[in-house]
C-alpha cells in the first residue's frame, strides 16, 4: 500500500481512537534504545542504512495493517518476534508514492504559516465560476509556495473581473490597444473614471498588474504574492462588496 494512504489512514485511526501521534515513542523504537537514527552513520556503514530504510518502509506497511484492522498492540516489547515477524512479510512500499508524500509533508508546515496570513472575507455578490476558480487557484498557489503562479493568477482575476463589470455597464470599450477589447491598464483606468473603483482601489490594480507583468523578469517572492492576492481582494471587494458576518 501506498504512503499516502498510510500515513491518511493511520491520522484517521489515531483521531477515531482519540490518540495523539507521539513521534518521539517512533524515533526512541526505530533508532535503537540510544534514540539516534542509524541514518546518521550512514557514512560509516552504508549497508545498516540500508537495512534501516527498508526496515522503516516495512514498519509503516505493519502500521497500516494494524488501523485497518483496529488493531492496537498493547506494547511492542512484549511480542517483538510476532511483530517483526509479520513486518519481514510485507512489501516495500512504491518508491515514487513514497518520496512525494515526504516532500509533501516536509512542506506543511510552512504552507499551514502561509495559510495563517490569509484572511478569511466573504464577498456580498459572488463572482462568476471563471473568476472564482482562478482566484481559489491563486490561494492555493500561494498556500503551497507558488509565488510566480500567483502574480500571474492574480492579474488575471483582476482581468476578468473588470471585464464582465465593465461589459455589464456596457463600458467595454470595442477597440483599444488593439487588442480589440482594451489591455488591462485601461481596463483599470476606465473603472477608475466610471467610479466603479475609487482612487485607492486603482492604485491597488495597478500594483497586481504590475506584479504579474513582472514574472517574466524576475522571480516573485513570498511577500509580494502574498500582497498580489491581497490586493486583489481588496478589488473584489471594492466591486462585489462585503458580505457581513
Given amino acids: 500500500m501506498a504512503l499516502s494512504k498510510n500515513v491518511i489512514e493511520f491520522l484517521g485511526w489515531l483521531e477515531e481512537n482519540g490518540q495523539l501521534f507521539d513521534c518521539e515513542s517512533l524515533i526512541a523504537f526505530v533508532g535503537g534504545p540510544d534514540g ?6 550512514v557514512a ?14 516495512r514498519l509503516r506497511k505493519a502500521a497500516s495493517q494494524a488501523t485497518e484492522s483496529k488493531w492496537q498492540s498493547t506494547d511492542v516489547a512484549h511480542e517483538p518476534e510476532r511483530f517483526l515477524s509479520a513486518v519481514a512479510k510485507l512489501p516495500i ?3 515514487l508514492d513514497e518520496y512525494v508524500t515526504e516532500l509533501a509533508l516536509r512542506e506543511v508546515p510552512a504552507a499551514v504559516s502561509r495559510l495563517r496570513k490569509l484572511s478569511a472575507i466573504r464577498l456580498q455578490k459572488t463572482p ?31 482581468e476578468f473581473t473588470l471585464r464582465e463589470t465593465l461589459a455589464q455597464r456596457g463600458l467595454l470599450p470595442a477597440q483599444s490597444n ?5 489591455s488591462v491598464q485601461e481596463l483599470i483606468d476606465l473603472a477608475g473614471k466610471a467610479k466603479i473603483l475609487k482612487l485607492d482601489a486603482v492604485q491597488n490594480a495597478h500594483s497586481v498588474r504590475r506584479t504579474g507583468n513582472s514574472v517574466h523578469e524576475k522571480g516573485i517572492s513570498e511577500r509580494e504574492a502574498l500582497t498580489a492576492a491581497s490586493l486583489t481582494l481588496q478589488v473584489l471587494i471594492e466591486i462585489y462588496g462585503r458580505k457581513k458576518s
Avoid: M, W
Fill in 36 to 41: 539516534a537514527f542509524i541514518r546518521e552513520y
Fill in 178 to 182: 488593439g487588442h480589440g477589447q482594451g
Fill in 128 to 158: 462568476n465560476d471563471e473568476i472564482t476558480k482562478f482566484f481559489r487557484q491563486a490561494v492555493t498557489c500561494y498556500v503551497c509556495g507558488l509565488y510566480d503562479a500567483v502574480a500571474v493568477l492574480s492579474r488575471s482575476v483582476l
Fill in 44 to 57: 560509516e556503514d552504508p549497508q545498516a542504512h540500508a537495512e534501516y530504510i527498508e526496515f522503516r518502509r
Fill in 93 to 95: 512500499d512504491d518508491p
